[in-house]
């Protein structure tokens, strides 16, 4: 007796796409079949006839328990795990992977533990977390990043740049190069991977002193600050490091084609450089800076310009990309708007729901992408660069049981009340076409055709550990 059957859909497996039957036991996937070759009777069957059949997506890039991205004047604002989670997995995505900022003294790992505490017992999806590393980071913390691999975090994010001019209540966030070496080295020797936020200092400290001198300051001027030029130079450099420690690593947010362009050469080079790139990036370009609170759209680096989105998209059809983020910060949408200069704009978007949706639509509907291809950018190469794979990531015997089912007659204009992490959406009013129908967490039906009914949040903390095959080539 199988717990549950998912009969008839379309179902995408790491063998290619076809019409079979997916057998679960517990929180595992038993077995992936020809249609009506699963004999067994089973307690629950779905019936996917005329489905697509999805392993649950994984969201790279969450900011979920940040402290409240507040703008000049207003109060931090975080919709907190429960929300965020529920709306990701009302989205398809059924894991979650969110930052911790590591301390400077003391046992990193506590911490890393402590800032987790959030999420247990209130999360809808499985979950685990990047350690965010700073220009501040000392030798000692630096030696921890042994202890988080062998715990299953196996992530450490750095930031290039202060990314907006550093202040006093804003200290910078800027790794330097000698650091970002050391922990290179160190997740090279232990098997872990780094993320980076890629932006040359130099380059974007100075676009903001000339912004100011020639009164730029508006906020559509965005790209002109985080340009392009940026992305090229620190990319390069970054990659350059990653070379010489021997390092795995991808860049988070990539968003010119000159980023997309470093990737691929470093990787037609062998080397273990992996690309995110985010579906902000992927829907719009700076032109929508120019509409009336278009600082709606933004998440730093910056939107560039339409030439650098399509490029992004050919590398997400091609591999020069390798997966689909959405830098995921839950404002309000008076707070997203309050900041209205280059020096105040407000990052990140509520993006954790729409991104299975949005990008079936724009990228299999719009594009031609195939399904295979869809997989791999929404979960699969997640799960694999950032060590999930194969628990998850895949329908496969032996896999978690977390699978999306996307239902393609759904056609019509998104709406507010379609969306479950509030209050705004940049793609409020978008065309879609397919959309995350049921929703299935380790064997557990969580949505069923647009409902939710598992109740509970039975979310767990999913370690990782990454293949080394991943950090020592580009696998994925
Ligand atoms: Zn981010």
């Not at 992305?231 to 990653?242: H, K, N, P, W």
């Not at 309000?332 to 990140?348: E, M």
């Given at each position: 007796?199988?717990?549950?059957?998912?009969?008839?859909?379309?179902?995408?497996?790491?063998?290619?796409?076809?019409?079979?039957?997916?057998?679960?036991?517990?929180?595992?996937?038993?077995?992936?079949?020809?249609?009506?070759?699963?004999?067994?009777?089973?307690?629950?069957?779905?019936?996917?006839?005329?489905?697509?059949?999805?392993?649950g997506?994984?969201e790279?890039?969450?900011?979920?328990?940040h402290?409240?991205?507040?703008?000049?004047?207003?109060?931090?604002?975080?919709?907190?795990?429960?929300?965020?989670?529920?709306?990701?997995?009302?989205?398809?995505?059924?894991?979650?992977?969110?930052?911790?900022?590591?301390?400077?003294?003391?046992?990193?790992?506590?911490?890393?533990?402590?800032?987790?505490?959030?999420?247990?017992?209130?999360?809808?999806?499985?979950?685990?977390?990047?350690?965010?590393?700073?220009?501040?980071?000392?030798?000692?913390?630096?030696?921890?990043i042994?202890?988080?691999?062998?715990?299953?975090?196996?992530?450490?994010?750095?930031?290039t740049?202060?990314?907006?001019?550093?202040?006093?209540?804003?200290?910078t966030?800027?790794?330097?190069?000698?650091?970002?070496?050391?922990?290179?080295?160190?997740?090279?020797?232990?098997?872990?991977?780094?993320?980076?936020?890629?932006?040359?200092?130099?380059?974007?400290?100075?676009?903001?002193?000339?912004?100011?001198?020639?009164?730029?300051?508006?906020?559509?001027?965005?790209?002109?600050?985080?340009?392009?030029?940026?992305?090229?130079?620190?990319?390069?450099?970054?990659?350059?490091?990653?070379?010489?420690?021997?390092?795995?690593?991808?860049?988070?947010?990539?968003?010119?084609?000159?980023?997309?362009?470093?990737?691929?050469?470093?990787?037609?080079?062998?080397?273990?450089?992996?690309?995110?790139?985010?579906?902000t990036?992927?829907?719009?370009?700076?032109d929508?800076?120019?509409?009336?609170?278009?600082?709606?759209?933004?998440?730093?680096?910056?939107?560039?310009?339409?030439?650098?989105?399509?490029?992004?998209?050919d590398?997400?059809?091609?591999?020069?990309?390798?997966?689909?983020?959405?830098?995921?910060?839950?404002?309000?949408?008076?707070?997203?708007?309050?900041?209205?200069?280059?020096?105040?704009?407000?990052?990140?978007?509520?993006?954790?729901?729409?991104?299975?949706?949005?990008?079936?639509?724009?990228?299999?509907?719009?594009?031609?992408?195939?399904?295979?291809?869809?997989?791999?950018?929404?979960?699969?190469?997640?799960?694999?660069?950032?060590?999930?794979?194969?628990?998850?990531?895949a329908?496969?015997?032996?896999?978690d049981?977390?699978?999306?089912?996307?239902?393609?007659?759904?056609?019509?204009?998104?709406?507010?009340?379609?969306?479950?992490v509030?209050?705004?959406?940049?793609?409020?009013?978008?065309?879609?076409?397919?959309?995350?129908?049921?929703?299935?967490?380790?064997?557990?039906?969580?949505?069923?055709?647009?409902?939710?009914?598992?109740?509970?949040?039975?979310?767990?903390?999913?370690?990782?550990?990454?293949?080394?095959?991943?950090?020592?080539?580009?696998?994925?």
């Amino acid at each position: 007796m199988l717990d549950l059957i998912i009969k008839g859909g379309t179902v995408v497996t790491p063998a290619g796409v076809g019409t079979s039957d997916v057998g679960v036991q517990g929180e595992k996937i038993v077995m992936v079949s020809a249609p009506g070759a699963i004999t067994v009777e089973a307690q629950k069957t779905i019936d996917a006839t005329g489905k697509i059949v999805v392993p649950g997506g994984i969201e790279a890039h969450a900011h979920v328990g940040h402290p409240g991205a507040g703008g000049p004047g207003a109060a931090g604002v975080n919709a907190g795990v429960t929300e965020q989670s529920r709306g990701a997995l009302w989205g398809g995505t059924t894991t979650v992977v969110d930052f911790t900022p590591s301390p400077d003294e003391g046992e990193v790992l506590k911490a890393v533990y402590a800032y987790m505490e959030d999420w247990k017992g209130k999360a809808f999806t499985d979950y685990n977390t990047h350690v965010t590393y700073r220009g501040t980071s000392t030798v000692m913390a630096i030696d921890q990043i042994k202890d988080l691999i062998a715990d299953g975090f196996a992530s450490i994010k750095i930031f290039t740049t202060s990314v907006r001019p550093p202040t006093p209540d804003r200290p910078t966030n800027r790794t330097d190069m000698g650091r970002l070496a050391a922990v290179m080295t160190e997740c090279a020797k232990h098997g872990g991977i780094v993320a980076v936020h890629s932006e040359d200092d130099d380059i974007v400290q100075y676009n903001y002193a000339r912004a100011k001198e020639r009164g730029w300051l508006d906020w559509w001027n965005m790209h002109l600050v985080h340009s392009n030029l940026s992305e090229d130079l620190s990319f390069r450099r970054v990659t350059r490091v990653a070379e010489k420690t021997g390092g795995a690593m991808y860049f988070v947010h990539t968003s010119a084609k000159e980023g997309v362009n470093a990737i691929a050469e470093a990787r037609s080079k062998g080397l273990p450089v992996y690309g995110e790139t985010l579906n902000t990036y992927c829907s719009f370009n700076a032109d929508n800076y120019k509409e009336p609170d278009g600082m709606k759209y933004h998440t730093y680096p910056s939107l560039k310009f339409e030439d650098d989105r399509l490029r992004l998209w050919d590398g997400l059809l091609h591999g020069d990309m390798t997966f689909m983020a959405t830098d995921s910060i839950a404002t309000t949408y008076a707070n997203k708007i309050v900041g209205r200069s280059v020096l105040d704009v407000q990052g990140g978007n509520i993006g954790i729901e729409i991104r299975m949706g949005i990008t079936y639509k724009e990228g299999v509907i719009d594009k031609g992408m195939s399904l295979e291809r869809y997989v791999d950018i929404t979960s699969t190469n997640v799960a694999k660069v950032l060590g999930f794979y194969p628990q998850k990531g895949a329908i496969a015997a032996g896999s978690d049981a977390d699978i999306t089912i996307i239902d393609p007659s759904i056609k019509k204009r998104l709406a507010m009340s379609d969306l479950h992490v509030q209050d705004y959406s940049s793609w409020e009013k978008h065309q879609i076409e397919g959309w995350p129908s049921t929703v299935i967490l380790r064997g557990h039906v969580m949505i069923e055709d647009r409902k939710l009914v598992g109740r509970r949040p039975i979310g767990q903390l999913a370690r990782r550990k990454i293949d080394p095959l991943v950090l020592k080539r580009p696998m994925c």
